[in-house]
């Protein structure tokens, strides 16, 4: 059995489980029961290359010992052992009181667990997962490794189809752009502040690794490189395995924490980052307090604003960023003015990439813009690119998604930053706006092609006042109507 349909006929035996509701809770469940049988197959590893390895996990709770046996514990003995025993030792795993690990690898698997939760109610079903996951995947085999880092892309796809938060998943073909655009070099230090499944730190990983991992010694020095931060408990645990499954040994750097809730004057210098990639989560409030963290010209509790001013503030002096944003930043007054006056004037905003509608279907139709720009100098040009459809295509959709293939005419056209982007030309989809034109209109961003003809306009008080007129025109014409109703009523009579 293929490893695609052993995953579906897992989630099948989950639907006949009452505990279980939903897909996300379905993920959730699988997830933490992958996470066991890949970190013992990455044990089993580590035993080969080291006589001297050993488990942070106690015997009993190792994956080997209670899971992989197909006739071991079933029914309400394993049911008891998985809510008794099993959780609450993972979950105080770095107890020294109990004698645990202090390991960094203890803190990896005591983080993933510490918010996890067993939603499965019958022993039986629990015990059919097991067997099937057993049976299914060997992480050790390199073909079926590559297999499963596939099968765990859809899983992340299903869990965004599940409706459940648009932050969980960046579609590929951005991720890869925005990456490959940055260019992080071998010892640059990588964070995303909200890093969601871990979608642009494995691209991170893929690209450090195909341009600039040449030796072992190369390959740890990317391993440290890997910061990202993500609060809600199923992302996290699902980016910490998707970073084991991109070869990250110890994923200690992917924290369970909220970025925003840390006051922004206490990341001191030694928190300073070379590059950011990231798409933080927007249209989402923080919690009431959390904007007290921030200084007074920047309090808010729109997400995206407050992240933003936290990755400039996370930014080395030199360090690049990249960033998706919806199109109500570009525009928006008030506190977003102030945040874009300091963007422009700490920050060389030198390229935003606007996106069509439709790259994050089917969660949301906001329109959505990348911002790229360097810590340490101010703007003074900001280059806008229009990515326009495919030909022939009219919006994206599930069936027909973005292609990393589509981005192959912004990378030509982008140039090099070292010569401060000379090479660029403007073009039907390329245009160039002055930090003097943009502070001159209040900071406003949201600069429109002026290459293209006239555009729909869907800004909501222009429509409102055409929808005014159309209605003043239509109450004129059936006042006319009615005259001359009424006056063919006279000549009648």
């Known amino acids: 059995m293929s490893l695609s349909s052993s995953i579906k006929s897992i989630q099948d035996i989950m639907r006949k489980d009452v505990g279980v509701d939903g897909d996300a809770q379905r993920i959730g469940q699988l997830v933490w029961m992958l996470f066991l049988k890949i970190f013992d197959d990455r044990e089993q590893e580590w035993e080969l290359m080291d006589d001297a390895y050993k488990s942070p996990l106690p015997a009993q709770y190792r994956w080997r ?7 071991g514990i079933t029914g309400d003995e394993l049911k008891s052992f998985v809510d008794n025993e099993l959780f609450p030792a993972l979950q105080n795993l770095t107890d020294p009181v109990k004698g645990y690990s202090q390991t960094p690898v203890a803190y ?3 983080n993933v667990f510490e918010d996890a939760y067993n939603y499965m109610k019958s022993g039986q079903l ?61 010892g640059e230090k990588v964070m995303d502040p909200a890093c969601g499944t871990g979608g642009f ?6 690209h450090k690794r195909s341009r600039y991992v040449k030796t072992p010694e190369d390959e740890k020095v990317l391993q440290a490189s890997i910061h ?7 992302p996290h645990l699902l980016a910490t395995t998707n970073m084991i499954l991109h070869g990250i040994e110890v994923p200690s750097n992917i924290r369970h924490d909220n970025t925003l809730s840390k006051p922004l004057i206490s990341w001191g210098p030694k928190d300073r980052v070379d590059c950011i990639v990231a798409n933080p989560p927007f249209g989402g ?7 007290t963290n921030f200084p007074a010209a920047f309090r808010t509790r729109e997400t995206a604003d407050l992240f933003l001013v936290l990755i400039m503030h996370l930014l080395k002096d030199g360090g690049r960023a990249a960033v998706v944003l919806p199109d109500g930043f570009l525009f928006g007054e008030g506190i977003k003015s102030r945040i874009k006056e300091k963007l422009l004037t700490e920050c060389d905003l030198h390229t935003v990439v606007r996106l069509p ?6 969660y949301t139709g906001i329109k959505t813009n990348l911002l790229f720009f360097t810590k340490g100098r101010p703007t003074t040009d900001v280059w806008f690119y229009e990515h326009p459809y495919p030909v022939g295509v009219k919006n994206y959709s599930k069936t027909r998604p973005m292609r990393v293939e589509e981005f192959a005419a912004e990378a030509a056209w982008w140039g090099s930053e070292a010569d401060g982007f000379a090479a660029r030309q403007g073009s039907a989809l390329a245009w160039k706006v002055s930090a003097t034109d943009i502070a001159a209109r209040g900071w406003n961003l949201d600069s429109k092609n002026p290459h293209q003809g006239e555009r729909i306009n869907h ?9 005014a007129q159309m209605q003043a025109e239509i109450v004129d014409l059936q006042r006319q109507l009615k005259a001359a109703l009424a006056g063919a009523l006279e000549l009648g009579e």
């Not at 800004?459 to 929808?467: G, I, M, R, S, V």
């Open 357 to 362: 509608n439709g790259v994050f279907n089917p």
């Open 285 to 291: 409030m923080e919690e009431d307090g959390i904007e």
């Open 65 to 71: 010992n209670w899971a992989a046996d197909p006739e």
């Open 228 to 234: 990202g931060v993500e609060k809600k408990p199923l």
């Open 126 to 186: 629990i015990r059919q997962v097991l067997n099937k996951i057993q049976e299914a995947v060997d992480f050790n085999k390199a073909q079926e490794r590559h297999a499963f880092g596939d099968m765990y892309e859809q899983l992340l796809r299903d869990l965004q189809n599940a409706g459940n938060a648009g932050e969980f998943y960046t579609p590929r073909p951005v991720t890869e752009f925005m990456v490959r655009m940055v260019d992080p070099k071998l």
């Open 459 to 467: 800004d909501p008080e222009a429509l409102l006042a055409e929808y």
């Open 201 to 206: 730190l494995t691209c991170t990983i893929d």
């Open 108 to 110: 990896v698997v005591r």
